[in-house]
């Protein structure tokens, strides 16, 4: 069937004018050829002119591995003030839904844990710690909204609520009435680094994840990235990119073998009207791998890519050294906190 | 309040369940079958779950990172000293956690001066120790060069002993070796 149809088409192309060349293959050589019968016939004359002049400026493109280090998020994010609201409101229905504590179940009677526990609830009323001076079970039990500016629902006071009790009980229930207990507080969300803008560091912006960037000697900011030679996967040259720019002290893990996202820098054309086809400097195309950074940090010290400076930085900072286009075309695959 | 389902049937003279969900079946006189089938719209008590009371409590784990969770625990703060933040299956990369020997006294390297390395555990590292102490390093390798000696010595006899074997006359005994410890048995 094959050959017969083969032959049909042989012969049919053979009584067509011959509008084009041979460089097309032939599906395609058919659809023209059925469009020239059509009432579309000088379009394709102006299409077949135009092809024929792009062999000659071909551009060239040399094709780049590039590594998106990133550093994750290292504690949970900041919470909206509807939501603290809605969780404390949560807690204090909580309180009225959920049975009563069973303090014997816990403490046992005449102990002095059991003395401080009976102090403190004479205190707030409740078993809870973080949710103020509130009794589910008391005749004004309905009033348990927050005034305006009330910091109970803040989450920072709700452990410090919670910090000093535990001070406050370790207090009372020891033997050794001379020193003071102290618990140590928990890290601040805010770390030196934030304070001093070290871009540097990897300890700034714990709740969002930083990007690495790199600036080349002469000056652009970018991803690490370099060509791939010849026998090499992407992969393998993403990961040879970055031991090649930010060294090799770091525990970091790729995430796939395809690229996330790429880009493109289109070749340079000399200017001079004569020769408008010469390429001057050859289009590279990027294609970027994702990568995770567990532990260690960047070093240019001993990079063979011509790097001179690097800084960590959240998505939104990035646009601030990335050039426009670079940064729309990245932009979308990085990840928005 | 109560459990019971509105259907109430008395099995006694049903034989299968195909029987009792035929409504055209005409009731004999003689059975004492109670049908209570019509839809029943009284509302039933849903209990309230049995929620036990629970606590936010704060949980700090061994590199003093902290996040609050709700548990029936009356503790305020629960303070983690062994957990995956330093636990040397997830940290493969730290050095802090890896089983390195600490001989800050030098009682254990006077004992294997003494009596060798073939009371250790494992393998000897000797890379570590040479990076750090000079003086360590050229006596390990001083030890490493006698022990290669003995070792020879010891093979060159064995030797000598085998070519000699069967002859007549006795070879003369190998001279005495002071006793050598030695790492390789």
Known sequence: ?337 | MSMHTSLRRTAATITNSTTTILPTRPPTQSSSTTFICSQCRHATLLRRPKRPYTFTQLITLSDGSTFTHRTTSPAPIYRSTRDTRNSLLWNPSSSKLMNVEEDEAGRLAAFRARFGRSYDASAPVAEEETAKDPAAAKKAEADAKAQIKADQEEEDNLLDLISAFGQNEAPPPPEKKPFKPSGKK
């Open chain 1, 1 to 337: 069937m094959s050959s017969g149809s083969n032959g049909a088409r042989r012969v049919a192309s053979l009584l067509r004018p011959s509008i084009i060349d041979s460089g097309v293959c032939r599906s395609c050589q058919e659809t023209l050829g059925r469009r020239s019968y059509s009432s579309a016939a000088p379009a394709i004359e102006s299409t077949s002119a135009s092809t024929a002049a792009d062999p000659a400026v071909k551009p060239a493109y040399i094709i780049n591995a590039g590594v998106v280090l990133s550093r994750p998020p290292q504690i949970t994010r900041e919470l909206e003030p509807f939501e603290k609201a809605f969780f404390f409101y949560q807690k204090r229905l909580n309180e009225r839904l959920a049975l009563p504590f069973t303090k014997y179940f816990y403490f046992k009677r005449g102990t002095p844990a059991d003395e401080d526990w009976k102090k403190k609830i004479q205190e707030r009323r409740t078993a809870a710690r973080d949710i103020g001076k509130y009794n589910a079970y008391d005749s004004d039990a309905w009033n348990d909204e927050l005034l305006l500016g009330a910091k109970e629902s803040e989450p920072e006071h709700q452990v410090e609520a919670l910090v000093q009790d535990a001070e406050s009980t370790a207090n009372a229930t020891s033997q050794d009435t001379s020193k003071k207990e102290e618990i140590p507080r928990p890290y601040p969300r805010i770390t030196e680094a934030d304070k001093k803008n070290d871009q540097k560091s990897l300890d700034r912006l714990l709740s969002r994840t930083l990007y690495l960037l790199v600036q080349s000697k002469e000056g652009h900011w970018k991803f690490p990235s370099s060509p791939v030679e010849s026998g090499e996967t992407l992969r393998l040259a993403a990961e040879r990119t970055l031991a090649q720019s930010a060294g090799i002290n770091m525990n970091t893990w790729f995430v796939g073998f395809h690229p996330v996202g790429w880009h493109s820098f289109n070749p340079r054309r000399s200017k001079k009207a004569d020769s408008a086809t010469e390429i001057e400097a050859p289009g590279s195309k990027i294609f970027f791998l994702k990568s995770r950074m567990m532990a260690g940090q960047a070093d240019l010290s001993v990079n063979t890519q011509d790097l001179k400076d690097f800084k960590w930085l959240s998505k939104e900072e990035l646009a601030q050294y990335l050039n426009t286009q670079y940064y729309s075309n990245i932009k979308n695959m990085l990840a928005d906190r």
